[in-house]
């Protein structure tokens, strides 16, 4: 009988392709199941200590969630397993609450709008600032975590004079979050020097690494203190399933994001949970075929008379493709694309018979959207700007139906 040794995020013994199908699996023993069970408990046997249970109540934790958690913790090199979250949102919403009363979040423009909507309502109620910048202006960037630090300094020496501490002082001054890329601009940030400038200043930092998926970037090696996931994106990679994730190294920040997650109930389905992993299986696969399909529709649409500006890292000429060749092993499979009015990108979207004109992305299936028809979308977003998230379907179809679209 043999069993699989467990991954550590020092030295890995797998390329990540390898890892996405061994890790996160039962010991290997005769007669036992290639992949784990679904555990669908929500209690457990427990006497005694409850804290010396591995396992008591589902809220806390379950061996549902844990090879998911296992897997991912070893795709980002992290320490320690990840958290699994019941949607993407529930995962941000957790790490944004990290931010203490009196910091400041500084976050990119061009998020996730869901991380912005989020954000403004938790720094409004636990009374933190919320600065947006530009994310690819790292000198900008920097410039906002100075500015930030100074008006703290000042606000903690007014509260000490008064004999008054900052609560949730020992957070440090606030967080940075970077998205690299960005949603939906596709803005790459120079992670590894916004990560130093941040902490030698006393700010957390977490990545969204939603877009480049651990194949492609592992913010914990640039860094980041914190990675979060949509996990319903390429993760699970099928549009079935809605999950989030995040991961981090420090034993104390986990434990503070395993606290608020079991304290607000943000947990996830085990159904759902192993869904993912199964997902988790192609991942490489599936982003391989989406990525060389993305390259070539970005490359078609640049040359297209019709369209006003392509943003793709893969293009010679995008203003972040050095930095991604730099961070990242691959370039992804986002595009967005920008036409001269939100009428005609309505239209293309509307015209498509292969493409799905849909929110979301990362699944098998390739998805089209114009990002301006959600309300909550910044303002610095073109009109006529189309996102497109692509598939795995034949490269010749999809440029077809997306040419004709076009047209």
């Known amino acids: ?8 995020a020092a030295s890995p013994k797998f390329a990540p ?16 199941s290639v992949n784990p069970p679904i555990d669908l408990s929500s209690t457990f046997v427990s006497t005694g200590d409850i804290d010396a249970s591995p396992y008591a109540y589902a809220r806390f934790d379950t061996p ?14 992290s320490a320690l397993p990840g958290l ?55 000198e900008a960037v920097i410039a906002a975590l100075d500015e930030a630090s100074t008006r703290t300094a000042a606000a ?11 609560v949730g002082s020992e957070s440090g001054l606030g967080m940075l ?41 592992t913010p914990l090696d640039l860094g980041a203190d914190i990675v979060v996931h949509s996990v319903t994106k390429y993760l699970a990679g ?20 395993h606290t608020e997650r079991s304290m607000r109930g943000a947990i996830a389905g085990p159904f759902e949970v192993w869904l993912a992993l199964r997902g988790l299986r192609t991942l490489a696969v599936r982003l391989d075929r989406a990525q060389a399909n993305a390259q070539a529709i970005a490359e078609r649409l640049t040359a297209h008379a019709g369209v006003v500006e392509t943003r793709y890292p893969g293009l010679l000429d995008d ?28 239209a293309i979207a509307e015209a498509v018979r292969l493409w799905t004109p849909a929110t979301s992305l990362g699944g098998v299936e390739s998805l089209i959207e114009r990002r301006r028809r959600h309300p909550s979308e910044p303002v610095t977003v073109p009109e006529g700007l189309i996102r497109l998230s692509v598939g795995i379907e034949n490269l010749e179809d999809l440029w077809a139906d997306l040419e004709a679209a076009l047209g």
């Not at 009988?1 to 550590?8: A, D, G, I, L, Y």
């Not at 549902?64 to 090199?77: K, R, T």
């Not at 903690?156 to 900052?166: F, H, I, M, P, Y």
């Open 177 to 217: 979050w970077i998205e690299s890329p960005t949603n939906p601009m596709l803005e790459v940030a120079d992670v590894p020097a916004l990560t130093t400038a941040a902490r030698d200043r006393g700010f957390l930092v977490t990545v969204d690494n939603t877009f480049a998926t651990p194949l492609l970037q």
């Open 64 to 77: 549902a969630w844990s090879p998911f958690e296992e897997a991912l913790g070893s795709l980002e090199h």
């Open 1 to 8: 009988m043999t069993s699989r040794e467990p991954e550590t």
């Open 238 to 257: 099928h549009s079935d399933v809605v999950l989030g994730a995040a991961l981090t190294s420090s034993v104390e920040l986990r434990e503070r994001l």
């Open 84 to 138: 699994v979250f019941g949607s993407g949102l529930a995962a941000i919403s957790a790490v944004i609450s990290l931010v203490p009363a009196g910091g400041t979040l500084v976050i990119p423009t061009h998020s996730y709008q869901g991380a912005l909507a989020s954000a403004e309502q938790i720094a409004h109620r636990q009374g933190f600032d919320l600065v947006t910048v530009d994310i690819a202006d790292t």
């Open 319 to 346: 203003p972040g493709h050095a930095r991604a060749s730099e961070q990242m092993s691959g370039f992804g499979a986002i595009i967005a694309f920008t036409v001269d009015t939100a009428e005609k990108a309505t």
């Open 156 to 166: 903690d020496a007014a509260a000490a004079s008064a004999g008054e501490g900052r």
């Open 17 to 32: 392709d390898t890892l996405v199908v061994e890790t996160g699996r039962p010991p290997r023993t005769d007669g036992a």
